[in-house]
């Protein structure tokens, strides 16, 4: 079993950042054998999940357009925690930030993107990020 903790959220002024963690447990998996992403739901989105950012087990980054150049995903393998910076945070940002996990997902971070991580089997509970202007 894979368990998935996330934390970091908050509420800031439209401009200022976060940083928020994904913390990895349990035996069989590790943020070095899973692919790994974020995704959020915001107040006014229709869809179940829009993809952020994600990444794959060698290491390859994908982003939604709506975050290029402002958010980074990054991983820390000997601390078993995944990352997300948000850098020039926008009140669209708003929303709650899911962590999901899958050690056998291989179809590409842009699909994983526009699928909002329909095959990826571990979610995390979330953690809100409010931005106001």
């Known amino acids: 079993q894979v368990r998935l903790e996330e934390s970091g959220g908050g509420s800031v002024q439209a401009g200022g950042s976060l940083t928020l963690s994904c913390l990895v447990s349990?035996?069989?998996?590790?943020?070095?054998?899973?692919?790994m992403g974020w995704f959020r739901k915001g107040p006014r989105t229709t869809k179940w999940r829009e993809g952020v950012a994600v990444i794959d087990r060698d290491e390859t980054t994908t982003y939604a357009e709506a975050v290029k150049g402002r958010f980074t995903i990054s991983k820390d393998n000997a601390k078993s925690t995944l990352y997300l910076q948000l850098n020039s945070l926008k009140p669209e940002d708003t929303g709650i930030y899911y962590c999901?996990?899958?050690?056998?997902?291989?179809?590409?971070?842009?699909?994983?993107?526009?699928?909002?991580?329909?095959?990826?089997?571990?979610w995390g509970q979330g953690t809100q990020v409010t931005v106001s202007s």
């Open positions: 999901a996990a899958d050690p056998y997902y291989s179809s590409g971070g842009p699909f994983a993107l526009s699928s909002g991580g329909s095959d990826f089997g571990y």
């Open positions: 349990g035996e069989k998996y590790t943020t070095y054998t899973m692919s």
